[in-house]
């Protein structure tokens, strides 16, 4: 089973700044992409920021370019998103996801697919 655990979220003041991370675990044969989605409370999910394994292109949405970072350790199939100048509306549940191909029973590749985490909240109020 492949899981994939956040931490790093938390109460912030506006102007402030946190550092979320993501931990892909479990029996994992490659990862092509991991990335940040959020959603906060009565508005529709929002892709955040995603970052490619092999090369490390990354990409923003526009409400979050110049603020956040997104990086990862390969090694420890881990990604992380740096939030610099948090807003109030960044109030959001984060959720990790990672487009992966997870490890067969034989040791082979199995179907590739799209693996989320429960999401940790990031709130920012003063």
């Known amino acids: 089973q492949v899981q994939l655990v956040e931490s790093g979220g938390g109460l912030v003041q506006p102007g402030g700044s946190l550092t979320l991370s993501c931990a892909a675990s479990?029996?994992?044969?490659?990862?092509?992409?991991m990335g940040w989605s959020r959603q906060a409370p009565g508005k529709q999910r929002e892709l955040v920021a995603g970052?490619?394994?092999?090369?490390?292109?990354?990409n923003y949405a526009d409400s979050v370019k110049g603020r956040f970072t997104i990086s990862r350790d390969n090694a420890k199939n881990t990604v992380y998103l740096q939030m610099n100048s948090l807003k109030p509306e960044d109030t959001a549940v984060y959720r990790c996801?990672?487009?992966?191909?997870?490890?067969?029973?034989?040791?082979?590749?199995?179907?590739?697919?799209?693996?989320w985490g429960q999401g940790t909240q990031v709130t920012v109020s003063s």
């Open positions: 479990g029996s994992i044969f490659s990862i092509t992409v």
């Open positions: 970052i490619m394994s092999a090369d490390g292109r990354s």
């Open positions: 996801y990672a487009d992966l191909i997870p490890r067969s029973p034989s040791g082979a590749a199995a179907r590739r697919g799209d693996y």
